[in-house]
């Protein structure tokens, strides 16, 4: 029983260059999310998806695109890296709804140079 | 809009010792609430929940909190820390009538790192 399973867990980027974060869970979870962690700063909510097809913007969004073609997955895409966007970035996922709270991946360490 | 603040950025308490992790939010409406921890280099895991009911919520590891309406607090607590203890804990609320369910739903507080001293 995986999980929320992210990878890579660390990458180093220029700025510039283009990447994708994976994320897929293994729980049959119709919502999924993706936040940022910065030191102080708690977590923000980038995108969230409630279902395959079906994505819709956070609180900080700019900079990011997602994609959501299966239940399982819920990539999340940099275009063009810059330097605020290092962070630390975690997937979630959950039921509809938050009564049961969310399941949390170990997070992927980006460093953009 | 909802709001968690979270008193206290660091705790630093000797091992054995109780401790208090302080949170406080604002809502208009009802919520549920919630304590997550996150150990060095991992992600977050769900520590307790408040939904409806008794006040006094009992989580893993020994921790519980209190709800208290009129003063719109959700105390962490614990009656004596283990060196193993030491994370992040994160605060967080969710609107029990959010728009998008429980899409939108969570509110994190920033933190508190909990740092237990032999």
């Known amino acids: 029983n995986a999980g929320v399973t992210q990878t890579p867990k660390f990458r180093i980027l220029k700025i510039g260059q283009s990447m994708t974060l994976q994320c897929t869970q293994d729980m049959n979870h119709n919502y999924m999310y993706w936040y940022r962690q910065d030191p102080g700063m708690g977590l923000k909510l980038i995108y969230y998806?409630?279902?395959?097809?079906?994505?819709d913007k956070g609180e900080v969004p700019n900079g990011y695109n997602v994609s959501r073609s299966t239940t399982e997955d819920f990539p999340l895409r940099l275009e063009l890296a810059a330097p605020s966007q290092t962070s630390v970035y975690f997937c979630?996922?959950?039921?509809?709804?938050?009564?049961?709270?969310?399941?949390f991946g170990s997070g992927t360490r980006l460093t953009v140079v | 809009a909802q709001s968690v603040t979270q008193l206290d950025s660091q705790v630093p308490v000797f091992e054995e010792a109780p401790v208090e992790l302080r949170c406080n939010y604002s809502s208009s409406v009802s919520v549920y609430l919630f304590w997550y921890v996150q150990y060095p280099n991992q992600g977050l895991q769900l520590l307790l929940k408040?939904?409806?009911?008794?006040?006094l919520v009992k989580g893993i590891n020994g921790f519980e909190a209190e709800f208290n309406k009129s003063q719109t607090s959700f105390h962490l607590r614990k009656p004596s820390v283990h060196i193993s203890d030491t994370a992040e804990y994160f605060c967080a609320v969710s609107s029990l009538v959010a728009p998008g369910g429980g899409a939108d739903g969570l509110t994190f507080g920033k933190g508190t790192h909990l740092i237990i001293q032999p």
């Open positions: 998806s409630v279902g395959a097809g079906i994505t």
């Open positions: 979630a996922s959950s039921l509809p709804g938050p009564r049961e709270g969310y399941t």
């Open positions: 408040y939904l409806s009911g008794s006040t």
